[in-house]
């Protein structure tokens, strides 16, 4: 066994239960000596930690991975703060069978759920170690942290903990650094927080276990391979003096160049700045520096304004040779009218490069003086066959001779041609190239650098089918609707242009009066002409196939330009399908979650979901990315922000947005309804603005940073008091508003925009009462919460009349249930109203908008009513997810803005737009896959405890959902199984099934749960069985083979928190468990599950403990009616 585990690669470590004795080395040393501890030998060898111990010992190992400073993944570039935070994750696995039952007894089965392979019990991080070095031959440290006890790996602050920093950070400057950790294995104390939540549930049983707090390991990991960050500018004045913003000569002219003698010295390092507005590429030596698009991001440029940084130490020549800088520069946002067109604002840039540490270059422009002096005229003029030697700044016309961001790109294949290697030392300037000149009014913002992932190229997708629905013109599907572009293999001589043309749909008779099939709509796009053309020009050779080869071929695609769009027009030549592929492009940030359902429209559901998402995340969150709009839409980023959030590790991402959003407040604390500030109204209509304190909670709850916190805190204090003043002048009932609860089915009275701005406020003063607790901020918690208490009733008094809330259509009724609004006595009343317009009167059909869509489904779930809600996303017919995804007309890939997307009018009618599907896609993974981070308290936010709730229904249309998340803590994963109790039990467990006790009243339902919990974090699982209609069930709960409910003493790291004939509440320690829940429910309730009558309306219980939301009208948690 020894020999085997000396092969396992770095960085990993082996650990053992017993004995109790810390094994450390330093990262770069191995230990002198082997040592004889007690019962076991343990010893460090080059590949791993070793512990071989008595026959009970447990070995495990352990990684470090995941690397990241401020929230981006390493390399991490662009870091401008002088103290970053550095995060990373450590993930244990057994090499042998795990101890598990009380009684001691090892898992028999090494394929069961504790055998080896398995995340191990009850790992927790005790200490770390981070080295920061200089990235460079000396490599010299400028902090070594030593030994620091905590379990934080999240967001540890530089110099922060443990030993001063040695030197501060430099800007401009390449840094490496690693992480060793010593992790221990403890039988888990009990969870006060949790135990304190229990009790406040009143008529609940709190079973006490046995707590010996025994520590059981101990020990220290290999140092995680050295991970690089590279710093920007944090003295912006400083580190910008000698540079200039400079624009070229004439607005044509988007190519900028300047050679560079770096001295007759090696490069250790190298290191480029540059903001391109809008858009730029940089280039040295002929070699673009990065892969990253769309550079640098979109900001209000009125106050900051963004910059790249980039590593280029593997592309700078030293030893006294020549390079060449370029900057290719587009319109992007920044030179950007209304409508697309280029403005009269020029693009400008401004840039510096550092070799070991010192500038080398820097956008200046010459004086009129030194150009004369060089036999330059009128000193603004190049004159030809200038060399690499001339080191100032030239600008000339590339071949992009139009581009926009709604309108596309047209491109010069002569202008190409006369401009190859334009970049190069190699090249020659001639006339067609002039100086460059300091800008007469650059950009007033501050320079930031965005501390974000930027837009990449992160897929393709093969051309699916090629048609001709008229002559020359061909149409290509690519299957999915996408934000990006397109990349086609053109002959590389041709005459005359080839125009590409992109659309979200193919002309049907829903929305075109006389349609052609097979041809692309674009109506919908309103004034945004998304065409690129590709430009050859006459005289230029033969079009055609003959003599094709792969020296005949160019591949063209567009650079300071993307569409939205799954159709391409190809017109001025036929292409063969293999020629064309899509290009999708977004913010960098990896994919984190995943959830997958036994139903198929439901995954389809999930998958236009993410693939909206997908195609929303540009340098902002967008609203859509093919029509003349793509705006940061607040009221869209705060639908999706908990969505996104499962989705995509987006973190870095909705901070730098967040920044964006608070840009637009103004002095009295408003805000507008989109960021960056460019289109929209202020104030915003307050389900807009609801996206500031909304989005910081929601990171907060997903990160546990109180840095967030702290960071926007006065400006969320600033804006709810902009909101206070509003509603305590004018009263809810009056409160200012803009949209309401858009997009609501038409035909349907849409619910009071008053009631749903009123909403959106109850709800935002009870985040920033959370908020304020966590940061310890007593006397604003109780404001708040007075507040809350206040408007809450208020809101009752404003909008309850008649015996229901406003017009009474599904919003208006799910939304005050959600706050809290409906007294005791009107609950149920309330309840059984939205069930019954939602079951009985719409027969499983929304009528809601975007708002009322996202807190219905949350307020089924936590009445008890997933089952109720699941259906209702299994509906095919018009109004339905469903209908949008297997219409006949035009079956959707992501998902619509509107209901009737087939048939509306093209002013308003994207077929990507995030505001539903960011509606629908938390609560999937929240109440569907059952899996949800903590209460946003210091104690369990950031996924140090991890909520599972698999959904008992009596009608639950699934009998499968598997969902899996990468949090900050590590890997989260739940799959749950429902089926009869006749299936045969699964190996591991250790009873017979219970049969049902009447079998003409009763149905008996098992189910199989499977958890994961990464290390340092606790689980709470809730299994809520008191919405079973119309009688509760007797629960039977069996783990590792004991009946948790009945034995004297739980499985080790197990504890019950409450235990009632219908509510069970685990609190589980960190690693892999497998339960198995017995349960019955009324046959006779079941028996309806296929009609449209709801049964058992009343609610029972607030979702078994899940903080937040559905409090009563006292501001109370946890308090709701029972039947």
């Given at each position: 066994?020894?020999?085997?585990?000396f092969?396992?690669?770095?960085?990993?470590?082996?650990f053992?239960?017993?004995?109790?004795w810390?094994?450390?080395?330093?990262?770069?040393?191995?230990?002198?000596?082997?040592?004889?501890m007690g019962?076991?030998?343990?010893?460090?060898a080059?590949?791993?930690?070793?512990c071989?111990?008595?026959?009970?010992?447990?070995?495990?190992?352990?990684?470090?991975?995941?690397?990241?400073?401020?929230?981006?993944?390493?390399?991490?570039?662009?870091?401008?703060?002088?103290?970053p935070?550095?995060?990373?994750?450590?993930?244990?696995?057994?090499?042998?069978?795990i101890?598990?039952?009380?009684?001691g007894?090892?898992s028999?089965?090494?394929?069961?759920?504790?055998?080896?392979?398995?995340?191990?019990?009850?790992?927790?991080?005790?200490?770390?170690q981070?080295?920061?070095?200089?990235?460079?031959?000396?490599?010299?440290?400028?902090?070594?942290?030593?030994r620091?006890?905590?379990?934080e790996?999240?967001?540890?602050?530089?110099?922060?903990?443990?030993?001063s920093?040695?030197?501060?950070?430099?800007?401009?400057t390449?840094?490496?650094?690693?992480?060793?950790?010593w992790?221990?294995?403890?039988?888990?104390r009990?969870?006060?927080?949790?135990e304190?939540?229990?009790?406040?549930?009143?008529?609940?049983?709190?079973?006490?276990?046995?707590d010996?707090?025994?520590?059981?390991?101990?020990?220290?990991?290999?140092?995680m391979?050295?991970?690089?960050?590279?710093?920007?500018?944090?003295?912006?004045?400083?580190?910008?003096?000698?540079?200039h913003?400079?624009?070229?000569k004439s607005?044509?002219q988007?190519?900028?160049?300047?050679p560079?003698?770096?001295?007759d010295?090696?490069?250790e390092?190298?290191?480029l700045?540059?903001?391109?507005?809008?858009y730029?590429v940089?280039?040295l030596?002929?070699?673009?520096?990065?892969?990253?698009?769309?550079?640098?991001?979109?900001?209000?440029?009125?106050?900051?304004?963004?910059?790249?940084?980039y590593?280029?130490?593997?592309?700078?020549?030293?030893?006294?040779?020549?390079?060449?800088?370029g900057?290719?520069?587009?319109?992007?946002?920044?030179?950007?009218?209304?409508?697309?067109?280029?403005?009269?604002?020029?693009?400008?840039?401004?840039?510096k490069?550092?070799?070991?540490?010192?500038?080398?270059l820097?956008?200046t422009?010459?004086?009129r003086?030194?150009?004369?002096?060089?036999?330059?005229?009128d000193?603004?003029?190049?004159?030809?066959?200038?060399?690499?030697?001339?080191?100032?700044?030239?600008?000339?016309?590339?071949?992009?001779v139009?581009?926009?961001?709604?309108?596309?790109?047209?491109?010069?294949?002569?202008?190409?041609?006369?401009?190859?290697?334009w970049?190069?030392?190699?090249?020659?300037?001639?006339?067609?190239?002039?100086?460059?000149?300091?800008?007469p009014?650059p950009?007033?913002g501050?320079?930031?650098?965005?501390?974000?992932?930027?837009?990449?190229?992160?897929a393709?997708?093969?051309?699916?089918?090629?048609?001709e629905?008229?002559?020359?013109?061909?149409?290509?599907?690519?299957?999915?609707?996408?934000?990006?572009?397109?990349?086609i293999?053109?002959?590389r001589?041709?005459t005359?242009?080839?125009?590409?043309?992109?659309?979200?749909?193919?002309?049907?008779?829903?929305?075109?009066?006389?349609?052609?099939p097979?041809?692309?709509?674009?109506?919908?796009?309103?004034?945004?002409?998304?065409?690129?053309?590709?430009?050859?020009?006459?005289?230029?050779?033969?079009?055609g196939?003959s003599?094709?080869?792969?020296?005949?071929?160019?591949v063209?695609?567009?650079?300071?330009?993307?569409?939205?769009?799954?159709?391409?027009e190809v017109?001025?030549y036929?292409?063969?399908?293999?020629?064309?592929?899509?290009?999708?492009?977004?913010?960098?940030a990896a994919?984190?979650?995943?959830?997958?359902?036994?139903d198929?429209?439901?995954?389809?559901?999930?998958?236009?979901?993410?693939?909206?998402?997908?195609?929303?995340?540009?340098?902002?969150?967008?609203?859509?990315?093919?029509?003349?709009?793509?705006?940061?839409?607040?009221?869209?980023?705060?639908?999706?922000?908990?969505?996104?959030?499962?989705?995509?590790?987006?973190?870095?991402t909705?901070?730098?947005?967040?920044r964006?959003?608070?840009d637009?407040?103004?002095?009295?604390?408003?805000?507008?309804d989109?960021?960056?500030?460019?289109?929209?109204?202020?104030?915003?209509?307050?389900?807009?603005?609801?996206?500031?304190p909304?989005?910081?909670?929601?990171l907060f709850?997903?990160?546990?940073?109180?840095?967030?916190?702290?960071?926007?805190?006065?400006y969320?204090?600033?804006?709810?008091?902009?909101?206070?003043?509003?509603a305590?002048?004018?009263?809810?009932?009056?409160?200012?508003?803009?949209?309401g609860?858009?997009?609501?089915?038409?035909?349907?009275?849409?619910?009071?925009?008053?009631?749903t701005?009123?909403?959106?406020?109850?709800?935002?003063?009870?985040?920033?009462?959370?908020?304020?607790?966590?940061?310890?901020?007593?006397?604003?918690?109780k404001?708040?919460?007075?507040?809350?208490?206040?408007?809450t009733?208020?809101f009752?008094?404003?909008?309850?009349?008649?015996?229901?809330?406003d017009?009474?259509?599904?919003t208006?009724?799910?939304?005050?249930?959600?706050a809290g609004?409906?007294?005791?006595?009107?609950q149920?009343?309330?309840?059984?109203?939205?069930?019954?317009?939602?079951?009985e009167?719409?027969?499983?059909?929304?009528?809601?908008?975007?708002?009322?869509?996202?807190?219905?489904l949350?307020?089924?779930?936590?009445m008890?009513?997933?089952?109720v809600?699941?259906?209702m996303?299994?509906?095919?017919?018009?109004?339905?997810f469903?209908?949008?995804l297997?219409?006949p007309?035009?079956?959707?890939?992501?998902?619509?803005?509107?209901?009737?997307?087939?048939?509306?009018?093209?002013?308003?009618?994207?077929?990507?737009?995030?505001?539903?599907?960011?509606?629908?896609?938390?609560?999937l993974?929240?109440?569907?896959?059952?899996?949800?981070?903590?209460?946003?308290?210091?104690?369990?936010?950031g996924?140090?405890?991890v909520?599972?709730?698999p959904?008992?229904?009596?009608?639950?249309?699934?009998?499968?959902?598997?969902?899996?998340?990468?949090?900050?803590q590590?890997?989260?994963?739940?799959?749950?199984e429902l089926?009869?109790?006749?299936?045969?039990?699964?190996?591991?467990?250790?009873?017979?099934?219970?049969?049902?006790?009447?079998?003409?009243?009763?149905s008996?339902?098992?189910?199989?749960?499977s958890?994961?919990?990464?290390?340092?974090?606790?689980?709470?699982?809730?299994?809520?069985?008191?919405t079973?209609a119309?009688?509760s069930?007797?629960?039977t709960?069996h783990?590792?083979?004991?009946?948790?409910?009945?034995?004297s003493?739980?499985?080790?790291?197990?504890?019950?928190?409450q235990a009632?004939?219908?509510?069970?509440?685990?609190?589980?320690t960190?690693?892999?468990?497998?339960?198995?829940?017995l349960?019955?429910?009324?046959?006779e309730?079941?028996s309806?599950?296929d009609?449209?009558?709801a049964?058992?309306?009343s609610?029972?219980?607030?979702?078994?403990?899940y903080?937040?939301?559905?409090?009563?009208?006292?501001?109370?948690?946890?308090?709701?009616?029972?039947?």
């Amino acid at each position: 066994m020894g020999l085997a585990l000396f092969q396992m690669p770095l960085p990993k470590v082996f650990f053992t239960t017993k004995p109790a004795w810390p094994v450390l080395t330093t990262p770069q040393t191995k230990p002198s000596i082997y040592r004889t501890m007690g019962p076991g030998l343990c010893f460090l060898a080059t590949a791993a930690l070793i512990c071989l111990l008595s026959r009970h010992a447990l070995a495990y190992e352990c990684t470090i991975t995941n690397p990241r400073v401020e929230y981006m993944p390493c390399p991490a570039m662009g870091i401008d703060v002088a103290s970053p935070r550095f995060g990373w994750i450590v993930e244990c696995a057994s090499t042998s069978s795990i101890h598990t039952a009380a009684s001691g007894s090892s898992s028999p089965n090494s394929k069961g759920p504790n055998g080896a392979g398995t995340p191990v019990r009850g790992t927790y991080q005790q200490a770390f170690q981070i080295i920061v070095t200089a990235a460079d031959a000396d490599g010299a440290v400028v902090w070594d942290s030593g030994r620091v006890e905590s379990m934080e790996s999240r967001h540890v602050v530089f110099g922060s903990v443990g030993r001063s920093p040695q030197a501060a950070l430099s800007s401009a400057t390449a840094y490496d650094w690693t992480v060793s950790v010593w992790v221990a294995t403890d039988v888990p104390r009990k969870n006060v927080a949790l135990e304190g939540r229990a009790r406040n549930v009143a008529g609940k049983k709190i079973l006490k276990v046995q707590d010996t707090g025994r520590r059981t390991g101990s020990a220290r990991s290999q140092a995680m391979p050295a991970a690089r960050f590279v710093t920007g500018m944090l003295n912006v004045t400083h580190d910008l003096s000698g540079a200039h913003w400079l624009v070229a000569k004439s607005s044509g002219q988007n190519l900028c160049r300047a050679p560079v003698q770096v001295g007759d010295v090696a490069v250790e390092r190298a290191v480029l700045l540059v903001a391109g507005l809008g858009y730029h590429v940089a280039s040295l030596n002929g070699r673009r520096v990065s892969d990253a698009e769309l550079e640098s991001g979109w900001t209000d440029y009125e106050r900051r304004v963004p910059y790249s940084v980039y590593d280029v130490t593997g592309l700078v020549r030293g030893q006294g040779a020549w390079n060449v800088l370029g900057v290719a520069l587009g319109n992007g946002w920044y030179a950007t009218w209304g409508g697309g067109e280029p403005s009269r604002v020029r693009k400008t840039f401004i840039a510096k490069l550092f070799v070991n540490g010192k500038e080398v270059l820097a956008s200046t422009a010459a004086t009129r003086a030194e150009k004369k002096g060089r036999g330059e005229g009128d000193g603004t003029a190049v004159s030809s066959e200038r060399g690499a030697d001339d080191a100032l700044w030239v600008c000339g016309e590339g071949p992009v001779v139009y581009d926009s961001l709604y309108n596309g790109e047209v491109f010069d294949a002569r202008r190409a041609s006369r401009v190859q290697g334009w970049d190069t030392p190699e090249f020659k300037i001639d006339s067609h190239w002039d100086f460059a000149m300091i800008a007469p009014a650059p950009p007033p913002g501050k320079l930031v650098a965005p501390k974000m992932p930027p837009v990449r190229r992160v897929a393709e997708l093969p051309a699916l089918s090629l048609s001709e629905p008229a002559p020359g013109v061909f149409v290509v599907d690519f299957g999915q609707n996408i934000a990006g572009r397109v990349a086609i293999s053109l002959p590389r001589t041709g005459t005359g242009n080839v125009t590409l043309r992109h659309a979200e749909v193919l002309q049907h008779t829903g929305i075109t009066a006389h349609p052609v099939p097979g041809m692309i709509s674009t109506d919908n796009l309103r004034s945004a002409r998304a065409t690129d053309v590709y430009m050859y020009g006459e005289g230029q050779g033969p079009d055609g196939r003959s003599g094709r080869g792969e020296g005949d071929v160019v591949v063209y695609e567009p650079t300071f330009t993307y569409h939205g769009f799954r159709y391409l027009e190809v017109r001025g030549y036929e292409p063969r399908l293999s020629d064309v592929k899509a290009v999708v492009l977004q913010s960098d940030a990896a994919p984190t979650g995943n959830i997958e359902f036994s139903d198929s429209l439901l995954n389809q559901l999930q998958a236009a979901i993410f693939w909206g998402q997908r195609g929303n995340l540009m340098s902002v969150p967008t609203d859509c990315p093919q029509r003349d709009e793509r705006k940061g839409w607040l009221g869209d980023a705060q639908l999706s922000g908990e969505e996104v959030l499962f989705n995509f590790d987006v973190v870095a991402t909705l901070i730098k947005f967040v920044r964006d959003i608070c840009d637009t407040q103004n002095e009295v604390g408003q805000i507008a309804d989109t960021a960056p500030f460019t289109f929209g109204g202020r104030p915003a209509d307050p389900s807009w603005g609801s996206a500031l304190p909304s989005l910081v909670f929601y990171l907060f709850t997903a990160t546990g940073d109180t840095l967030v916190l702290q960071e926007f805190y006065p400006y969320l204090v600033k804006y709810l008091d902009s909101l206070l003043v509003a509603a305590e002048i004018a009263g809810l009932a009056n409160l200012y508003k803009s949209y309401g609860d858009w997009c609501a089915l038409p035909g349907v009275p849409m619910c009071s925009p008053h009631l749903t701005g009123s909403f959106s406020f109850l709800e935002n003063v009870r985040q920033m009462a959370e908020m304020a607790a966590a940061l310890g901020k007593t006397q604003d918690e109780k404001i708040y919460l007075a507040y809350h208490q206040s408007f809450t009733r208020a809101f009752h008094g404003a909008f309850y009349r008649n015996g229901t809330y406003d017009n009474g259509v599904q919003t208006c009724l799910a939304l005050p249930l959600w706050a809290g609004a409906v007294p005791p006595d009107l609950q149920e009343s309330i309840a059984d109203k939205l069930v019954r317009d939602l079951v009985e009167t719409h027969r499983y059909h929304a009528t809601t908008g975007i708002i009322g869509m996202k807190y219905m489904l949350e307020v089924l779930s936590r009445m008890g009513k997933t089952d109720v809600a699941a259906r209702m996303l299994q509906q095919r017919d018009y109004p339905s997810f469903g209908y949008m995804l297997t219409n006949p007309h035009e079956p959707a890939t992501t998902i619509w803005e509107l209901w009737n997307g087939d048939q509306a009018g093209p002013e308003m009618n994207s077929r990507n737009h995030v505001m539903f599907g960011g509606s629908v896609g938390g609560w999937l993974y929240k109440f569907l896959g059952g899996v949800r981070a903590g209460p946003a308290s210091l104690a369990a936010a950031g996924y140090r405890e991890v909520e599972f709730a698999p959904p008992l229904g009596t009608c639950m249309p699934l009998t499968k959902v598997s969902t899996s998340l990468q949090t900050l803590q590590g890997r989260v994963r739940m799959d749950w199984e429902l089926g009869p109790c006749e299936e045969a039990s699964p190996p591991w467990s250790s009873k017979e099934l219970r049969p049902s006790t009447n079998s003409s009243k009763s149905s008996c339902r098992r189910l199989l749960t499977s958890i994961l919990i990464p290390l340092g974090s606790r689980g709470h699982v809730i299994l809520d069985g008191r919405t079973l209609a119309p009688t509760s069930p007797a629960f039977t709960v069996h783990i590792d083979g004991v009946d948790v409910l009945e034995a004297s003493l739980e499985p080790w790291g197990l504890e019950v928190l409450q235990a009632t004939d219908s509510l069970v509440e685990l609190s589980l320690t960190s690693g892999t468990w497998m339960i198995e829940t017995l349960f019955e429910v009324n046959a006779e309730a079941a028996s309806l599950c296929d009609t449209d009558t709801a049964f058992s309306l009343s609610p029972r219980g607030g979702g078994g403990g899940y903080s937040g939301g559905m409090q009563d009208a006292t501001g109370a948690e946890g308090v709701t009616a029972t039947s």
